[in-house]
């Protein structure tokens, strides 16, 4: 296959397991993100893939050839770190232009390159000033434009944008997506924040304790999980769990229809995302008399934050659908349609 592949790549240190054994596509010109909660194995999974820590067990290829044992600084492999690592005293297009220039590039071609990169990254202009006279932002274009120099097969980046403030994240998410899909190049982006995965990402890989959770296109991720860890760690959802009878889920004293075959007595979680759960007076399936106990205004989103027999549910409106119009202490009812439910074993965590 064209593009990076992993097959049954693990890391131990001394007795610790950090990455499980791991089969992996990354499919040229595509981005992926490696999303995962803190120590979950994501920055080991790609430091192996940059040839800084060599795998315990597996192979790495890249078009076919094997590169398991190739030494980082012969592999094409771009790359930005979280403090992105900049020369501080040099110039941003000295900064730009060292790799070229160490890779036996002429000064005044290096230079040359690395004002058509700065224009890349629309930081044109920009070539004589210090690094300490930008802004964090900027640092990290001119990070992106060094990694960029040595035109990489792949560009890895391990969590890219978590020195910056949260509305500039945003921005520099959007725009390097922009970047990658005109440049083409196969990118890996390392990060534990599920809406820079979802904005960027062709392909999510979910990990957990050093295992891989699910491989998914980002709508796939949010609205299919593949278990009850994926559905929790991404997005939001109500939990509860029940025992699987009489084709749907009995919770308590209440017996919820679902969609989801499961054998009978099995253990089983269910989860529904606020936004499919509804508040509704009519009679009918999975309705639940409930309480609103706090209501929680976020601008573009209402939450009803509701208790019932089951335990707390929180219903989200989008300001502008029909939605109801409750205050603290209103009794209600909460509908769980039984084709947003969730079904998953139980035993998994979440
Ligand atoms: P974070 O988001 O906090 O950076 P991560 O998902 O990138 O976390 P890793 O840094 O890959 O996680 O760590 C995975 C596991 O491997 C952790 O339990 C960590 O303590 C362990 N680990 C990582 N590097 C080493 C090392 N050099 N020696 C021993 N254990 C290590």
Known sequence: MDGLVLKGVSKSFGGVRAVDPTNLEFAKGELTALLGPSGCGKTTLLRMIAGLEDPTRGNILLDGADITALPAHK????????????????????????SLTIGGMSKSDAYAKAETLLDTVQLGGFGDRRIGELSGGQRQRVAIARALAQEPDVFLLDEPMSALDAKLREEMQVELRLLQQRLGITTIVVTHDQ????????????????????????????????????????????????????????????????????????????????????????????????????????????????????????????????????????????RLPPDALQVFPRGEAA
């Open 75 to 98: 592999r094409k492999f771009g790359m930005v770190f979280q403090s992105f690592a900049l020369f501080p005293h040099y110039s941003v297009r000295e900064n730009v232009a060292y």
């Open 195 to 334: 809406r820079e995965a979802m904005t960027m990402a062709d392909q999510i890989v979910v990990m957990s304790n050093g295992r891989v959770e699910q491989i998914a296109k980002p709508q796939e991720v949010y609205h299919k999980p593949a278990n009850a860890f994926v559905a929790d760690f991404i997005g939001k959802a109500n939990f509860f769990d029940g025992v699987f009878a009489d084709g749907g889920v009995q919770i308590g004293t209440l017996q919820l229809q679902t969609q989801a075959p499961f054998r009978s007595g099995s253990a089983v979680k269910v989860a529904i995302r606020p936004e499919r759960a509804e508040i509704d007076d009519r009679p009918g399936e999975n309705r639940i008399d409930a309480k609103v106990m706090f209501v929680r205004d976020l601008g573009p989103l209402r939450e009803y934050h509701l208790e019932t027999a089951i335990g707390p549910i929180i219903v989200e409106y989008a300001v502008g659908e029909t939605g109801p119009s409750l205050a603290t202490g209103d009794t209600t009812t909460v």
